[in-house]
């Protein structure tokens, strides 16, 4: 059985788990039982979800987001942070973006994995994010719509046992085989879909699971450098096999395909700062540009207001898609999968404004990025106040 922690999936979203993360490293080492009042606090403050209810204790409710995640475990009640962890604390970290973090977590996560307590290091190994992604590519490259509903991954991955170790060509060849499913299993593995949809490749959207790619080099430099299962002997001792899945070593591997676009404007805003390329992959998305469209039928422009349709009578929908929040944070998820709500429709005049806007606005605050998503509207609005 496939298995993830069911019911937590917002606490997956890779701004949160940033803010975990910074919580974590404070109390590396420390005996939580301890000083459980503290721990409460600071993690809810810090991350402003609530870690409810109040009458267990976090452990007792949230250590397997922390296992599941790759950001910690506890060991004879004392709390042992993970190299993932402390790479994610950090302000000036490698981990720019939630694509530099999941690329070192898909080839890693296995089962069996150390947090469930049918955990046995004799089981074979499957790594179903390595496995999953792969078929995706699989039907691009065979010229198919590359996208999975839960029930294609019961019948074609996980029933043909398929453990991520496969090539491309393997994948290319699966036949659907019996599979019977349970609403656990099922709800289980949907909450595992919509976390690994914050890749910027991939998106969840009526229900199916898409790679979403506009550069062909980036996939293949996702084929090849990060769907590769990452092999280690597993640990009997279950401590022991989480530190050792998520041990970084001497080398972290990241992306180096980062721009989906050769547009001369994005060029100008990008100024070489890694963690502004998000937001590029974001525009350009066409699985977002498609969503966004359905829900707003008419192209109106979110600043300026305009109905482009009206304005340029021989166009359709004239509008780019444009993120709202710090340009480091990935597109938001749901329980329902991927989310619109930070998410606007401009106007190519407006949208390139915005970029010469943040770019001047950055600049004065010696800032590379945006600090917080209050700090990004913040100056998105005053933008618009400030159109003659």
């Known amino acids: 059985m496939w298995r993830w922690d069911q019911g937590r999936l917002l606490y997956f979203q890779f701004d949160i788990l940033k803010s975990i993360a910074s919580v974590l490293v ?12 503290i721990f ?29 995640a790759f950001l910690a475990t506890v060991s004879e ?16 970290g490698k981990f720019d973006n ?16 150390p947090a469930f307590d049918s955990y046995n290091s004799m089981d074979g190994r499957i790594y179903p994010f390595c496995a999953i992604i792969k078929y995706l590519i699989a039907l691009n490259q065979k010229g198919e719509s590359p996208s999975v509903s839960l029930d294609d991954i019961f019948h074609l991955i996980v029933a043909n046992n398929c453990t991520g170790f496969e090539n491309l060509e393997f994948y290319k060849h699966l036949v659907p085989k019996a599979y019977s499913v349970n609403e656990t299993e099922k709800r289980q593995l949907r909450e595992m879909i919509i976390f690994i949809s914050q890749l910027s490749v991939l998106k969840v959207y009526n229900g199916r699971l898409w790679l979403d790619v506009t550069n062909q080099a980036a996939l293949a430099e996702l084929s090849d450098k990060f769907l590769s299962p990452v092999e280690n002997i597993p640990k009997e001792n279950r401590t022991e096999e989480f530190m050792s899945l998520t041990k970084l070593g001497d080398t972290i591997l990241l992306p180096t395909i980062e721009i989906f676009t050769s547009d001369i404007t994005d060029m100008e805003f990008i100024e070489g700062k890694r963690k502004r390329v998000e937001h590029f992959r974001v525009d350009r998305s066409p699985m977002l540009r498609k969503y966004y ?14 109905d482009v349709s009206k304005k340029y009578p021989w166009t359709d929908y004239m509008l780019d898609i444009h993120h709202l929040l710090p340009l480091s944070s990935s597109v938001a998820i749901t ?28 600049r004065k605050k010696g800032q590379d990025d945006f600090n917080s998503r ?15």
């Open 374 to 388: 209050v700090e990004a509207m913040d100056v998105y609005l005053s933008a618009i106040k400030e159109i003659a």
């Open 335 to 362: 329980t329902k999968g991927t989310s619109l709500q930070d998410i606007v429709g401009l106007c190519p005049n407006c949208h390139r404004s915005i970029h010469v806007y943040y770019t001047k606005w950055l």
């Open 26 to 37: 404070k109390f590396d080492g420390v005996n939580i039982a301890e000083c459980e009042d």
């Open 293 to 306: 469209r359905e829900i707003n039928r008419q192209p109106i422009c979110h600043m300026c207001q305009m």
């Open 40 to 68: 409460r606090k600071t993690i809810t403050d810090e991350t402003g979800m609530p870690f409810a209810p109040a009458h267990y204790t976090v452990l007792r409710n949230y250590k397997r987001v922390f296992e599941c």
């Open 98 to 113: 939630v694509d530099d973090f999941l690329l070192s977590y898909i080839n890693r996560f296995r089962f069996p994995f």
């Open 77 to 92: 009640r004392h709390l042992l942070v993970s190299d993932l962890c402390r790479e994610l604390a950090k302000d000036d």
